[in-house]
């Protein structure tokens, strides 16, 4: 399966890289490895992760990963990562 990146989560994405930078380069470095090499795992299970609470559709997921939401959308041989975001309560 192919994997497909929406500009949002690019956009978002840059923005939290960049926040993150500001205490620490290495730890920006680290959080951007490990989280492609979650993106990168999704094809190999595709439904392994919660069906998304914010779309009413089997094929859209939500990766967890450090309390950040990763929803992205399953279309037949491509993943398509949507965005990026931290939910908080306030």
Do not use: H
Not at 4 to 11: C, G, L, R, T
Not at 34 to 50: A, D, G, H, Q, S
Request: aromatic share 16%; hydrophobic share 40%; proline share 3%.
């Amino acid at each position: 399966m192919k994997i497909v990146y929406d500009k949002n989560f690019a956009a978002t994405f840059k923005i939290i890289l960049n926040y993150i930078a500001q205490d620490s380069q290495n730890s920006a470095n680290r959080f951007k490895q490990e989280l492609k090499l979650e993106i990168e795992n999704i094809p190999n299970f595709p439904y392994k992760c919660r069906k998304s609470i914010w779309f009413n559709s089997e094929n859209n997921r939500d990766l967890i990963f450090k309390g950040y939401t990763i929803p992205y959308l399953i279309q037949e041989e491509t993943i398509i990562i949507l965005d990026i975001f931290k939910w908080n309560k306030s």
